[in-house]
């Protein structure tokens, strides 16, 4: 994984906003969806890591898409490598970056088998040891996985974060350490999902729709009323 993770600059990024309005903007997030989901599907931890894996550069509706017949086959990290590197190649050929991703998920499967005996491990660092699996996939598994605060940032996140002010940052890594530093202890948990959510279905890229947004009264962005 490479040192720090980097996205396109951000065209808006606004002021870091003060605690109450965050509090305020996550009660809001909180009471429209108090149990926020991921959209990766899968059937244990170890399949939740490939499909985060795969989904570097692709979208989830593309990989669940893949990967409901391959999780049916392949289930566990001996079953993938029964499976054998052509076998998943032509499961996941519609996904972007395959054939390194195939790669990617053969290799992290035998260290999970040689190293773990077969299980995941619970630990940021050992996660990210696994070819294919960097911070944000590791932050993922975590959260979704262990129930731990981790805080996955990805395209959605950082432009939300920018743009709202809730954490706003250069890169992604300083966009994670301003929504640990500043989101509630009390919305950490589910923070990262309310802000993916947030960002693919409402503050989209292109044309935000500002005029449905349940925080726009609380938004600084300024070009929510063009």
């Given at each position: 994984m490479q040192a720090t993770r980097k996205l396109r600059i951000p065209d808006v990024m606004a002021k870091q906003l003060d605690y109450h309005t965050i509090r305020a903007i996550f009660t809001r997030f909180q009471d429209s969806d108090p149990e926020p989901k991921g959209e990766l599907e899968h059937v244990n931890v170890y399949t939740l890591v490939v499909a985060v894996a795969l989904s570097a550069q692709a979208?989830?509706?593309?990989?669940?898409?893949a990967t409901r017949a391959l999780f049916q086959?392949?289930?566990?990290p001996q079953k993938m490598l029964d499976l054998g590197l052509e076998g998943l190649t032509e499961?996941?050929?519609?996904?972007g970056l395959f054939r390194q991703k195939a790669k990617n998920v053969m290799k992290l499967s035998q260290i999970l088998v040689d190293d773990y005996g077969g299980?995941?491990?619970?630990?940021?660092?050992?996660?990210?040891?696994?070819?294919?699996?960097?911070?944000?996939?590791?932050?993922?598994?975590?959260n979704m996985w262990w129930g731990q605060p981790a805080q996955a940032v990805d395209t959605h996140i950082f432009r939300v974060g920018n743009r709202t002010g809730i954490a706003p940052g250069k890169n992604v890594d300083v966009v994670e350490r301003a929504i640990e530093d500043h989101i509630p202890a009390d919305f950490q948990l589910h923070a990262?999902?309310?802000?993916?959510?947030?960002?693919?279905?409402?503050?989209?890229?292109?044309?935000?729709?500002?005029?449905?947004?349940?925080?726009?009264?609380?938004?600084?962005?300024?070009?929510?009323?063009?």
């Open positions: 979208t989830d509706a593309g990989v669940n898409k086959v392949a289930d566990t499961h996941i050929k519609t996904i299980e995941v491990p619970n630990s940021r660092a050992a996660l990210q040891s696994l070819p294919g699996v960097g911070r944000k996939t590791a932050n993922v598994v975590l990262h999902h309310w802000l993916i959510l947030h960002g693919r279905y409402t503050c989209v890229a292109r044309k935000p729709k500002c005029a449905a947004c349940i925080i726009r009264d609380l938004c600084p962005f300024e070009d929510k009323n063009l």
